[in-house]
């Protein structure tokens, strides 16, 4: 075998590989030679099939693996002799190659660019902190107590409006029949919640305790019930109570009705919660700090392939609906062309704003993981064992079923590394540098981030660079117990659809 070095240009690294008929002939009888101990084939005893008819039989099949096994050594090879770090997956094309003739082969990769790494200890970097207020807990607790006012019978004669709350017993019928899911006893209703289907609650505006009324209405031709979707409907329904909300009041009394020992014990979860939500916006407003600073350092060169995909993402999120190519669809052509080009349409100055931040992205999550490789930072089983358990956390009532997901999953398991090791090398740069904590507000910490200076780089680069799977994880905001409790007494106040 023959490797030589044809093109050494930027980060695209050529060379030819070159595979005697020789050698190749070699590696197909030794492979037929093995076959013929162990073939079983009619009429022939197994080990005594003659070569002639192994050959014959499986000579194209084994010539075929031959030359890709031979392939796949000349490009490692190539790779482990040059000391080659690369950045994306290499290709390999044959060239040349007749029955009985050298094959010869060209390789084609990106190199990983050299990137210097700054002096960690010398990043200034402001981690901004913020505990929740006095006047963000007033205000959660307001919010509370108006999704969870108490309902009082209403005493005087008068008809229901929206926002009243009417206990009724009903049927619904398609053609005079009843149907399956379209009766209920004492069910509590709030006039304008729109949690039954259109039309129904309208139907209700102005009936008084005691009467009974058919409401017509229609189903959504979107039903999620296929056998009642598009249908009209007559609902008999009979109000046997009219309600309306009472005070919105923040006391223990509306604490206890959430699942709490007393007023204390609901601000408390509040105010957890909300610190809660505010640490993963200072994460991210710590991190983009971290982005930052390191952008300031030395630039380096962007590997082609994870410059041109990340460009294509920038682009479709800046550009979601490009127009169409108007094609005359009377003759052939190539249908790849029939999907525009992620930047169609896009002015220049749009074009150089994606270009910029596709640029940023991808040196970042490539210093990212230089920094993170130079510095032994590694993706532990326990590290991903805990992330799986976090994210089966994330789907209350089907753990179980996530757990046996990421088990039978190796790909989806090693997904959720890129995100592990992007937090932990940037707790590791956050551990050297000068970090000064520096108080923030609710507007500034959730102020829309500029996107000509987008901080986070794109998973997908650093998973190139470092050859490690990664995918997008949207952050999951955590709320405290307690406040569940809460949010589940503020859904009471909705009867949900019926089907």
Known sequence: MKISETKAEGLIREYSIVISAAEIDEEVSAKLAELATTVNMPGFRPGKVPMSVVKSRFGGQVQGEAMKNALDEGARQAIETNELRLASQPSVEITSYEDGKDLEAALSCEIMPDIGIPDLAALNIEKPTLEAGDTEIDEALTNIAEGNRPTVEVTSKRAAKDGDVVVIDFIGRIDGEAFEGGAAEGHSLELGSNSFIPGFEEGLVGVKAGETRDVEVGFPEDYQAAHLAGKAAVFEVTVNELREKGEANIDDELATRLGFEDLAGLRDAVASQINGQHATAL????????LDSLADGDEFDVPPSLYASEYDNVARAMNPNPPAHDHDHDHDHDHDHDHPAADEGMDDDAKADAKAVAERRVRLGLLLTEIGRVNNIEVTEDDTRQAVFEEARRYPG?????????????????????????????????????????????????????ESAEAAPKKKAAKKAAKKATAKKAAAKKAAPKKAAAKKATAKKAAPKKS
Do not use: C, H, S, W
């Open 398 to 450: 089907q753990e179980q079923q996530v757990l046996e997901y990421f088990q039978k999953n190796e790909q989806a398991m090693q997904q959720l590394a890129g995100p592990i090791f992007e937090d932990k090398t940037v707790d590791f740069i956050l551990e050297m540098a000068n970090v000064t904590e520096v108080e923030t507000d609710v507007e500034t910490l959730y102020a829309a981030p500029d």
């Open 283 to 290: 994460r991210q407003a710590v991190k983009k700090n971290v």
